[in-house]
């Protein structure tokens, strides 16, 4: 299970490296383009966000306070008998630990059911299990692109109990990124080129800020459904 999961993120490590690295010189005079006031979706170009805006969702309150709870009630027996990992410098992520599940009780499956019946075309093959990944609220996700072996065009993720930002970063090009704003129950879904050609990551509570103001990132849970490769 732990060999399938990392394996999902094999890629990482380059996105890491050369990723983070020149980020810190192109971030400077990158203004923030909002297409609307409201929106969750910033980057480094409205152009950019308006082309790949529907590759990168986001839908606020696509879960209930109710539906949280009942995911949270699921999930918490299993996640609390493991231990947050934090030192392994190879690692995309860091302070989590996860597990995946194929069963859920009824008012859980509801819930899978709707974000695979939003973020899927009707017949596409899926990945089984569900991940399930707990983020201390110290822990964070490196840049890194998923396996192509293991994971096809989309990926869709529930957010519990924290907002956060994920930022996108174009692999060959780290002056062009979006940051989502992914509000605590929201869905977000990444697909094709905001999946395959941007690397993707969860900020840190110091650097999570989104269009200026403070996004406090406390303990996070994300559900996440992907389908196979085509
Ligand atoms: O927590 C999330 O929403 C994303 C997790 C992720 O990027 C991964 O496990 O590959
Ligand atoms: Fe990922
Ligand atoms: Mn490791």
Redesign the pocket.
Known sequence: MKLLLAA??QTHKAAVHTGQRRRRSSRGGGGLVALREEALVVGSSQELVRRLGSQAEVRTGFITEEEEDALLRELEPGLKKKRYEFDHWDDAIHGYRETERVRWGSACEEVIRRVRSTAFPEGSPLLGPV?V?DLDKTGY?KP?I?SVKFCGSTIA?L?LLSDSIMRLVKEDSTDEWMDLLLPRRSLYILRDQARYNFT?Q?LKDEESVFKGRKVPRLRRI?V?CRNLPG
């Open positions: 999902l993120r991940h990944l996700i890194h998923d993720g957010s993707h969860i994300s996440i």
